[in-house]
């Protein structure tokens, strides 16, 4: 099969998924590593057609909603990659679409120059400089996000309607009693790297997870890179073979996030992602930084008192639970647009697009 039959193939899988009755939503999902949609799909599913196209031929995060597979890049027996760009079709009504990977590729033509766009961004925060030419409108999260998007995309309209993904952070973990277990989130994705950085992470990796079983007494739950896992990486391979005897490492193998919700302490680098976690568990969590500067974000000062920059600094904050619950509230109530309730707004928000 040659690309262009490769292409038809592709069309006539989405085709065959759209609805001629009802309004037809496209969810794009090219990060397997986490969702930004939150229970978006479900409740929209329950007012239009909504198809989920995703790069990883892995529906389970949909169960029970239309999915089609649509890899973001192929490759060709010499190794030249093409996107999958050419694809065009009618009667798509809205492509709502989330940070992605090369996201310039995925331009206004991208199945359907027709369709409205909705971008709804992972962060709460504010965004980094980003390219949006092709967005109709966006999800914004929060005061603080907007006055980026106002620079970033003038022209799109902006829909103060909190977020998804971070409503969702907060219901699981509220769900979820916390256990006595330690969790360590590894961000570094090995592919595509330099052997001698592959070698250097991996050993940075094992070697902690060496250093928590000396200083924290209970379970340690260690999930590296949801990428590292899909493509059995040989350096996770190796930390696996490494320490599967040790009955206090339980290695996280999906996504599901259900050792990570019931976690007393959270430990990742300095990231978005740890900060979005101190800020939806209100539990204890230690962004480990010993090597970069601190980034110079806007609510850096909220969460200074979590970072720590060498071993005997995250000792201290092994044993020291007490977590600044009553600032991460009073910034989310002062920042977040329709806490616990963004679903729903956005989902109104979707019908009026839909409607005009």
């Not at 766009?117 to 962060?123: A, V």
């Not at 330690?182 to 994705?189: P, R």
């Not at 939806?280 to 930084?289: G, M, N, P």
Request: net charge neutral.
């Amino acid at each position: 099969m040659n690309l262009k039959q490769y292409h038809e193939s592709l069309r006539k899988s989405l085709e065959s998924l759209l609805d001629s009755k009802r309004k037809n939503i496209v969810l794009l999902s090219y990060d397997p590593s986490s969702e930004p949609f939150g229970q978006l799909p479900s409740v929209l599913g329950e007012r239009h057609n909504v198809v989920i196209v995703g790069s990883a031929n892995n529906p389970e995060p949909y169960a029970g909603q239309s999915f089609v597979h649509i890899p973001f890049k192929i490759f060709d027996e010499n190794s030249q990659r093409f996107h999958i760009t050419p694809i065009q079709l009618k009667g798509i009504d809205l492509i709502i679409m989330p940070d992605l990977f090369e996201e310039q590729q995925l331009n206004h033509e991208f199945l359907n120059k027709d369709a409205k766009r909705l971008y709804i961004p992972r962060t709460v925060f504010a965004p980094p400089a980003m390219k949006l030419d092709s967005v109709d409108y966006i999800a914004v999260p929060s005061a603080m996000a907007l006055p980026a998007f106002e620079q970033y995309a003038p022209n799109a309209k902006k829909l103060p309607v909190g977020s998804p993904l971070f409503d969702s952070l907060v219901a699981l973990f509220e769900d979820n009693p916390a256990e006595k277990n330690l969790y360590y989130a590894s961000s570094v994705q090995y592919a595509n790297l330099p052997t001698t950085l592959i070698n250097l992470y991996a050993g940075y990796d094992s070697m902690l997870l060496e250093w928590f079983l000396t200083n924290y007494k209970h379970q340690i739950d260690y999930a590296p890179h949801i990428m590292n896992i899909l493509n059995n990486h040989p350096c996770y391979l190796q930390i696996r073979q490494k320490w599967q005897a040790e009955s206090r490492i339980r290695f996280v193998q999906t996504a599901d996030n259900a050792q990570f919700a019931q976690s007393k302490c959270f430990v990742s680098d300095l990231s978005v992602f740890a900060c979005h976690i101190a800020l939806a568990s209100l539990r204890q969590t230690i962004l480990f930084a010993p090597a970069q500067n601190h980034k110079e974000w806007e609510h850096h000062a909220l969460f200074g008192a979590l970072v720590a920059n060498n071993l005997e600094q995250m000792r201290t904050r092994l044993n020291d639970v007490n977590v600044p619950k009553e600032k991460f509230i009073a910034w989310r109530e002062s920042n977040l647009y329709h806490l616990k309730q963004s679903v729903a707004r956005l989902a109104d928000c979707i019908d009026e697009i839909l409607r005009a």
